[in-house]
């Protein structure tokens, strides 16, 4: 049975901001490395991208995970009942710019160094020759990474429709009106008393669903989803501060923020 | 898995009424006192009529109102030996009697001997592990979604009983049966989990860590009841003067403990101390329960309760800024353990069985087309963030890894230890010896389509950069490093400027420091 109470709500934001490429010492020189000052211009935000939808001919999509805190997905591909060979990493960041300095990041944790690709997102780099087993990029807001799981295997026959998945998100005429997956709070159900604090997000219809979560929780609680909504396990007595991300299908990503108190 | 404690065999003495010596017939308990269900318990009888020739024997247990619940004996004997029996606790019907008090007849050509004993319903239904060395964990992703951390200790106590559907409290099932005991739960990920979700909160035992070297302690609360018929009864205890104490097999005395035992108490009980190994361990807590004699002495009341456990030992608890909130992954330790022999006592030791066991033990290959990383990045390249949990997770990102995965390994899996180490990021763009990258058949002088040079390597080091660890590469460890033959050598503690020097013959002074952080 449901309770009255919609949980105090802290904060319902959009995104947090994507990270600063640190100023170490070797950012200066990356940077020339690879040419930063010369880079292309970005192509304007993209709403997101689906991976499920993004398929590469005589492949199956073996495994799918989005990461609701990081607005980040994996999917891995091969052969219909085989290992997986080729791994897609799909990131949304809030800007074009911050996808850029998203993969600089991607391509400072390389021990040697790409080479410009063409003809794939606004930006890419890729291992040098014919035969890429790495492919790190940007489409507007959107980064990713195709890298093959095995030695000997190339990713150029999956560039072309890699691109076109890019090429064929709708942008995002004003990034800050996207409509982001929403929860407008939570609702307590009814719990045991010394038990786990149950509860309920309360989405909003009008934003996408959420096609994954992550909880963060103060106090070194954790949550557990049940089939009767989620259950809060607090480390002690007092408030819990729950920070939830919600991710669309698309790696849009909102989140809420409330207060919990076990009883 | 080796065992940390055993069970040692029960001792059974005999008990008799006052005076028996003098008396024609004889009649000896090895407990007054009886929880018939306790595993291994049963009450031994010992029966004997003085004299020659034979004699008609029986041996009986009647209840309170004088009713004979169970005939234990009931056949012709010889006068002048001795007879051992035993009673399981249960009547004519096989059930186990209510908890109660019972008298044990012995009758035998005229002679008569009666004693009276006290069936009583013990068990420990809850225990909780606590003591200075105690680590707290973490299962790093009891849920689908990645960062779903749950820190162990917020499911309740470690070990629990089932539930009874009589009462919380009630150490049987509705027929009378004991509850079983769980089994230690082995999924390294999260916690038990219902088929609808909910966590398992009765009737699992969660495995717990310990600093090697430490005492455990066990805070156990006891059952308050069992049942009969489907009915909750008491524990038939406190008895008037004959207090009862619980104790660990092998641990201190009851005489050297202090009160008396009365259902639902919680107890603080220590076990033996742990040895200086680190691993893991099957932890087995025997539990036993004592009565004071009429002499003052304590007896062990037949049959025990044994609990058993997961046990990770370590060097010391995390720092929470290396491993997050100080509690190790369970997950982590567990593979880590697979690499530490029995032997494994010091930081040494095991960060050298990390370091041979991520370069040898998982499969892994170095990533020379490019040295691109599968399980590190972001912003700060010498304290990287690390997928730790795609890496538990067989590996999801690949066994393709460069040495900024290994190192942010080598380091984090120490750091579940208690190891605290550092990344140490070397640069920038020199150009290389041989080498022997990890998974590859051979040296060569030929990583990334011949470049054969890094624009910056990672290694691990514990002592700020005086030796460094490197899972991923071998070096040709002797004077010309630049031509076979090869002498491979895996730099485990390996001096910093022994390993630049067998690593490149271009000068690279960048040192920069920092700390990987799981995810």
Redesign the interface.
């Known amino acids: 049975m449901r309770l009255r109470l919609v949980a105090f709500v802290l904060a319902s934001t959009a995104l947090a901001a994507s990270?600063?490429?640190?100023q170490?010492?070797?950012a200066a020189?990356l940077e020339e490395?690879y040419g930063v000052a010369g880079w292309p211009a970005s192509a304007p935000a993209r709403l997101g991208l689906d991976p499920a939808t993004v398929e590469f001919a005589g492949w199956t999509q073996l495994a799918l995970?989005r990461?609701?805190?990081r607005a980040e997905a994996?999917a891995s591909y091969g052969p219909a009942g085989g290992a997986?060979r080729v791994?897609l990493v799909l990131r949304r960041y809030d800007t074009p710019r911050a996808a850029r300095?998203g993969l600089l990041?991607?391509l400072?944790?390389?021990?040697?160094?790409?080479a410009p690709r063409q003809g794939l997102g606004d930006l890419a780099f890729a291992?040098?020759?014919a035969k890429p087993?790495?492919v790190l990029g940007t489409w507007g807001n959107l980064g990713f990474t195709l890298?093959?799981?095995?030695?000997g295997v190339h990713v150029t026959p999956l560039l072309p429709a890699l691109d076109a998945a890019l090429r064929e998100t709708a942008p995002a005429a004003d990034p800050e009106l996207v409509v982001l997956p929403r929860a407008l709070g939570v609702e307590e159900l009814e719990a045991a008393p010394g038990?786990?604090v149950r509860f309920a997000l309360v989405l909003d219809p009008a934003a996408p669903a959420p096609a994954?979560?992550?909880?963060?929780c103060t106090q070194?609680?954790?949550?557990?989803?049940?089939?009767?909504g989620y259950?809060l396990?607090?480390?002690g007595p007092g408030a819990v501060e729950v920070t939830v991300s919600l991710l669309s299908a698309d790696l849009r990503r909102g989140e809420l923020r409330v207060q919990l108190v076990a009883r | 898995m080796r065992v940390a404690v055993s069970v040692l065999l029960l001792g059974l003495g005999l008990l008799a009424p006052r005076g028996w010596a003098q008396a024609t017939a004889r009649l000896e308990v090895s407990s007054r006192v009886f929880d018939p269900k306790l595993a291994g318990a049963e009450l031994a009888c010992e029966t004997e009529r003085a004299g020659t020739g034979s004699y008609r024997a029986e041996l009986s247990v009647l209840d309170g109102q004088g009713q004979t619940v169970r005939e234990l004996v009931d056949a012709t004997r010889s006068r002048g030996r001795s007879y051992r029996d035993r009673w399981d606790g249960r009547d004519a019907s096989g059930r186990f009697v209510a908890p109660g008090d019972y008298t044990l007849r012995f009758q035998g050509a005229g002679s008569s001997r009666t004693l009276t004993l006290h069936v009583v319903r013990l068990g420990v239904r809850a225990i909780e592990f606590e003591g200075s060395g105690r680590v707290p964990l973490t299962y790093h992703r009891a849920e689908a979604w990645s960062g779903s951390a749950f820190p162990v200790d917020n499911a309740g106590p470690a070990w629990t009983l089932p539930r009874s559907r009589v009462s919380a409290g009630c150490l049987d099932l509705p027929d009378g049966t004991p509850l079983d005991l769980p089994a230690y739960w082995t999924d390294v990920n999260g916690p038990p989990r219902t088929s609808s979700g909910a966590l398992v909160e009765r009737g699992r035992s969660l495995p717990v860590a310990y600093r090697v070297g430490t005492t455990p302690q066990v805070r156990v609360t006891l059952g308050q009841t069992a049942a009969v018929g489907g009915r909750e009864r008491s524990a038939n205890y406190p008895i008037a003067g004959r207090p009862l104490r619980i104790v660990v097999e092998g641990g201190p005395g009851a005489d050297t403990m202090s009160g008396e035992l009365r259902p639902g108490d919680r107890v603080t009980l220590d076990l033996q101390p742990l040895g200086p190994w680190l691993g893991k361990w099957l932890l087995r807590v025997p539990l036993r329960f004592a009565y004071r004699e009429d002499d003052g002495s304590w007896r062990l009341i037949p049959g025990g309760q044994l609990s058993e456990h997961l046990l990770y030992t370590v060097l010391e608890r995390p720092s929470g800024q290396d491993v997050p909130g100080g509690r190790p992954w369970v997950a982590a330790l567990d593979l880590v353990s697979t690499w530490l022999r029995d032997d494994t006592q010091r930081e040494a030791e095991a960060l050298a069985r990390i370091v041979r066991g991520i370069n040898g033990g998982l499969g892994l290959s170095y990533e020379a087309t490019q040295g691109a990383p599968a399980y590190t990045g972001g912003p700060d390249l010498a304290s990287p963030e690390l997928d730790l949990s795609a890496f538990l997770a067989d590996r999801q990102n690949g066994r393709r890894v460069n040495c900024l995965d290994c190192a942010s390994l080598v380091t984090q899996l120490a750091a579940q230890l208690g190891a605290r180490g550092q990344i140490e990021i070397m640069g920038w763009d020199f150009r290389l010896y041989f080498l022997r990258g990890l998974g590859a058949p051979g040296f060569a002088r030929d990583l990334f389509y011949g470049m054969h040079a890094f624009s910056y390597h990672a290694v691990a080091t514990f002592d700020r950069g005086v030796t460094i660890h490197d899972a991923c590469l071998s070096v040709d460890d002797d004077a010309s490093p630049w031509v076979a033959p090869f002498r491979e050598r895996l730099p485990i503690a390996m001096p910093e400027a022994d390993y630049r020097r067998q690593l490149s013959y271009d000068w690279f002074g960048a040192q920069l420091f920092g700390r990987a952080s799981p995810r």
């Open positions: 990270p600063a490429l640190a170490d010492p070797r020189r490395r995970e990461d609701a805190r994996r997986a791994q300095q990041e991607g400072g944790v390389v021990q040697a160094t790409l291992t040098p020759g087993d790495l890298r093959a799981l095995e030695a038990g786990p994954a979560l992550h909880f963060a070194d609680a954790s949550v557990l989803s049940t089939a009767e259950a396990y607090p480390a």
